[in-house]
């Protein structure tokens, strides 16, 4: 396994840890009445996620060129290692939710006081910041991981989520992966992955993101139970963890699938 590979390997683990956590800023925007000042602050974390996204893709392509320049198909042994990565990455970021809304909505408050980033950032690094922090580690309870509820939850959100999340899981990959099937059209291939990964873009963001975003407001405003709200987040979760898998399933059809358009566009 070569550097730039392991490389990726933490890199994917800390996208998707952080993708993970997202679902408890909801959570977090609910117990504070706070939902603003709550996604500001974990936008800390989205520009750590970004800049690491950022570094994986010209890695991989790094990776996908020198392979092709020797004559090498190293096969999808390192690619489902990433892919692996991303599952690993959903239950670790699961278990940390109860940890991170705890410590998320401390922060909250605290920035209520400060009204600054930087004072906040330096506020935890003192003793009483320290110490709070510390008082807020959870070990997540068995109660984290039921998902029975009386109240129904959308199955279309569920199985929508699972698919957006295996398609942006595995797009850039297959993208890259497709390079190796045809490797006189590698960089057509691997500029399609925006159009693989448009599709679940819209997914998320015309139909499970409005969906969660009135069922936040609705929480605020109490026409539904935060006992509620919390155990569809876990259905979220579950669905995330879902996709993760099924993404091994994907890699390579969706690898041919984009090989064959990079043939006829």
């Known amino acids: 396994m070569t550097l730039q590979i392991i490389i990726v390997l933490l890199l994917t683990f800390v996208i ?28 800390i974390m989205v520009l750590i996620s970004r800049t690491s996204n950022s570094f994986q893709a010209p890695l991989l392509a790094k990776w996908v060129e020198n392979n092709i320049n020797l004559n090498i198909d190293p096969g999808t042994y390192e690619i489902r290692l990433i892919l692996l990565a991303t599952t690993i990455a959903t239950i670790f970021g699961a278990l940390l939710i109860p940890t991170f809304q705890r410590v ?12 600054s980033i930087p004072k906040l950032i330096l506020h935890s690094f003192t003793k009483t910041g320290i110490n709070q922090l510390r008082n807020e580690i959870s070990i997540p309870d068995k109660g984290n991981f039921t998902l029975n509820s009386e109240t129904k939850f959308p199955l279309k959100i569920f199985i ?26 590698r960089t057509t291939a691997s500029s399609m992955s925006a159009i693989v990964n448009g599709f679940a873009t819209i997914l998320m963001f015309v139909i499970i993101d409005p969906n969660l975003s009135i069922l936040t407001d ?31 399933f994907l890699l390579v059809p969706f690898a041919h699938f984009i090989a064959f358009a990079a043939k006829v566009i």
């Open 16 to 43: 998707h840890l952080i993708s993970t956590l997202s679902y408890s800023v909801r959570i977090v925007g609910t117990r504070t009445r706070k939902i603003a000042v709550s996604f500001a602050l974990f936008n």
């Open 104 to 115: 998320l909505s401390k922060a909250v408050m605290n920035f209520s006081i400060h009204k």
């Open 160 to 185: 929508f989520n699972i698919i957006a999340v295996a398609i942006l899981s595995v797009g850039v990959l297959s993208s890259l992966y497709a390079g190796f099937i045809t490797p006189e059209l």
């Open 218 to 248: 609705e929480v605020v405003e109490g026409k539904f139970t935060e006992s509620e709200f919390r155990r569809t987040i876990r259905f979220m979760v579950l669905a995330r963890l879902i996709g993760t898998v099924l993404a091994q």
